[in-house]
């Protein structure tokens, strides 16, 4: 069994040392995706929902999040992102509608930005639940996933198929 690198001889929590590590391109990718009603999605794409622009909002929200990960994350590094792109597209499922949210974060650095990515995804759809919880209590979040993430010495990892 493989030793967990967070904790400390003592069996406690601490954040793992990298100072070793080599600087280079790293990337990941992530997904989540919101399912509403018919109504939440046409609001939606009219712009007709009172808290405002969700989707450019929810765009926004999820860029803060991938840049403030190591607050929330307790054992998170720090990094500096070199960039977020967030992309929505909408599925029909019957009489639901599907927010689908693809999250893109690059670095270069000496780790990896999965949980920069995954987090990113996370907060836009929390954003959109949050934006439209008065017209659709009902939404349903996830699944949240990693697509792919590419560079450090664990290699290259590529979902190998949707979920």
């Known amino acids: 069994m493989s030793q967990f690198s967070h904790f400390n001889e003592q069996g406690r929590a601490k954040m793992v040392d990298i100072s070793d590590k080599s600087s280079t391109m790293r990337t990941a990718v992530a997904a989540s995706s919101v399912r509403m009603i018919k ?32 607050t929330i994350i307790p054992m998170c590094h720090p990094l500096a992102l070199k960039g977020v792109d967030i992309s929505f597209d909408w599925e029909e499922d019957g009489n639901a509608h599907i927010l689908n949210i693809q999250v893109q974060v690059k670095t270069k650095g000496s780790t990896g930005v999965e949980m920069e990515a995954l987090t990113s995804a996370s907060v836009c759809a929390l954003t959109v639940y949050d934006m439209c919880k008065a017209i659709d209590k009902g939404m349903i979040i996830g699944p949240t996933y990693l697509i792919e993430k590419t560079g450090g010495k664990n290699g290259d990892f590529h979902r190998a198929s949707d979920i």
């Open 39 to 70: 109504e939440v999605f046409h609001k939606i794409e009219q712009r007709e929902i009172g808290k405002g622009d969700v989707l450019s909002v929810a765009q926004v929200a999820g860029i803060m999040a991938a840049k403030q990960t190591s």
